[in-house]
């Protein structure tokens, strides 16, 4: 057959099938005659392809021994390709070495095939992988990048022991700091274990106790406690450690303190405790309170001498009720029995003498009873409960009827509120503002008082005492009150007036004040000469009774 | 037995008062209010339950119709003075009351408390305390009844 027959006669179904029957066959002469049988190149090829076939197949070991270490290799298709071809290549120089002495050409023309199809593919794969390829660095270039590694870290290192030796400084520093601020501490500050050993001292410890910081240190705390406290003070420390916390000061028992030279002095101790490595130290503040001492018993010697001298006032008010009375009432029965027994014996000048006598014993009889009455205000036990201050200004009316009556006086009121009130002690203020307004009257007009209450949040106007409350006024048409005197008014036997004018003897609004003081509100007025006043007065919604000042009233 | 307004024998008072000159002008006020009765005086608490038990010096006196007391006594004051015979069966229907100086809310409210048949302030007026003699007559011997 001709070439061109011969090859489409290989293509077709026949010849392939004809191929692959005859694969194994020896049917041409082997290719040993090629070389004429010399031994020299028979072994030369022999050799030399058996070498490399050798060669060859080590190669894929050696790449599977290398993929199998390296499981994570991006490339590992490659190497398979890579393998499998240098196989095929192995084979074809075996083919080669056995086909000297048989002639399978078709099997090794098979395996060529083979081989080619690998090797083209390969190569094709290989031209692919050039650009990642390109990316792999080379060895010199790995070789750079890794000595730029290493005096990165040479430098991070340098960088290290520098921060370390700064952080060393500062921390040196903080505690120089930290052992400044503790020695500064105005108050003594103490560390101690739970066996009652001295950890650390401050300055002011070694003040206040007397001994050097040497002589306290890895010493018994006892030796700041007073004997006879020694037993029950380490109790107080072993249940501390059992159960620490945070006391602040002020919130323990006062303490006794022991100096060196035995004198003790009053403590007081805050504790707290931190967890060293070396397990819990308790931290102690220690104040001296003995000035602080000083000033509580000079405050309540104070106190005491206030309440004698309170006591002694209101027993004054006794004294003044009995004893004051008494001898008055002798002057004033003695000289009328004169006056009614010597009628005759005594003339007209006499008997005025004895007028002004017993006139004066009598208004010296009231100064005393008002005067008792004041003392009363602010001593006598008061009931503070809701009542409707309507029911006082009745009563108060009532009191004043013949007041009223004579005066020719029309006494109105507004809707009055419920309130928290004494109802004895608000009736006499109602009664006596009532009746100064009856009683500080014109000639004309006739007397119009009004009464009205008004809610004010922050205790009225312009003087506000700042609370809620309702807030009173009793308004007058009388005479009216100089701006000078609004103040004045309402201290004790204050008069505006002679006795012959307006009778009284200017205690009135004394006691309104002192009444209006124990419910917590106050009084004051506004007026104009010639046409009228207006007195206020506060009772809070919450009477904040003032009766810390009230001696407990002796027998009145 | 009925009881006689019209009293036999005369109306005897008891006057417990410490200060001379209240016991002369209280005397000299009844004598000027025309008072029925007799006026004993004893000048302090002890002395008045003396009297009243006939005891000692009193061995003779009579059992008042009424009992003047005040408060400020020596010795015994005038409101144990009052316990003491408010607390004695025998004594205690003898109406006492209180004359005193003080006006003050506690010893009005002992005395009551301690039944006190009433309380009296002291007048400072003579002329008052005369009206206080009649007022005292008319009212306990002529309207109220007392057990003799």
New interface residues.
Partial sequence: MRGAARIRHFITVGGLVNFFRRLLDSDFMPHGHCFLWQPGLIWLHVTSDSLIALAYYSIPLTLLYFVKKRAGLAVNWLIVMFGAFIVACGTTHLMSVWDLWHSTYRLEGLIKAITAVLSVGTAIACVRLIPTANRIPTATETERVNSALQSEIDARKETEKKLEAMFETRRLAGEAKLNAFVEAVPEGMLLVSNDGAIHMVNRRMEEMFGYSREELLGKRLDMLVPDRYRSRHSGHRARYFEEPKVRAMGAGRDLTGRRKDGSEFPVEIGLSYVDTGEGMLALGIVIDITERKRVESEFARINSELVRSNTELGQFA?VA??DL??P???V???L??LE?RYKGQIDQEGTEFIHYAVDG??RM?RLI?DLLALSRAGT?KASFRPVDSRTLFDAACANLSVAIREGGAEVTCGPLPMIIADTGLLTQVFQNLIGNAIKFRRDDPPPRIHVSAELSKDGSGKEGSGKEGWVFSVRDNGIGIEDRHRERIFGIFERLHSADQYEGSGVGLAITQRILERHGGRVWVESKIGEGSTFFFLIPMQPAVQDLNRVA?T?? | MPYSRVHSNPIEVLLVED?P??VR?LQ?AFK?GQFSGRLHVVGDGEEALAFLNREGPFEQAPRPSFILLDL?LPRKGGHEVLAEVKKSKDLRRIPVFILS???????IANAYDLHANCYIP?P????K?IQMSQRIEAFWLKTAVITA
């Fill in positions: 006794y009720s009995h009375q008494e008055l009432r002798m004033t029965g003695y009328q029995l009614k014993a009598i009889k009873e006598q009233a027998k009145s | 200060n000159g209240d002008l000299e000027d400020n100086t003080s006006t003050g809310c506690d010893d002291k400072v007026d003579l002329d305390l």
